[in-house]
């Protein structure tokens, strides 16, 4: 720390002492014909959380709950996209099922062996998102089955940038209410028809 920063004198409350409550026009009210924008996490203005393919499975657990959230970004060394892990993935059968396939112990799994890869992730397109409604997200989550669904931003040069998240907890929480994930999608072309309608 600086030593040329002084600390700041503090004083003692005295009661009563209210809570500053938020302006009505600071609280805006999400519902489902919000605009997706509102509800999305753009990663201009947040630091994604990351983690390693070789990380322990133990290890990226820690990390959620350290960073409060339920995914991953799984990255190399040039911060390159190579897989998502989720809360779901940690805790739930994909671990039991690695095990029982290698054999191996709990302790043993790290993040690769139970992440979708890069090649397995579909994402939005910003261009759609951008007049999108939060219920055309909510549609897309339930017929997706996931809860967490990722943004791309196209590029000049062709190549597509990951931009937002959208995640079934946090627009939950927007919204006041429970939004439980339990469509699950024949074909991408369901997902996408979700956006444009």
Sequence with gaps: MHSEY?????TTLKKPT???QPKPDYMTEITEESLAAKVMTNLNHVIPATTRANTPLKTANRQMIERAVRMLFVVDEEHQLKGIITSIDVLGEKPIKHMQRVNCKRDEIDVKDVMTPIEQ?????LSDVEYAKT???LTTLKRSGRHHILVAERLADGTQS???IFSLSHISRLMNKQVDVIEIANTFAEVESALHH
């Excluded at 002084?6 to 503090?10: N, P």
């Design 162 to 164: 990951i931009c937002g």
């Design 6 to 10: 002084a600390a700041i004198q503090q």
């Design 18 to 20: 209210p809570i500053v």
């Design 121 to 125: 992730i579909q994402v939005l397109d």
């Design 135 to 137: 219920g055309n997200i």
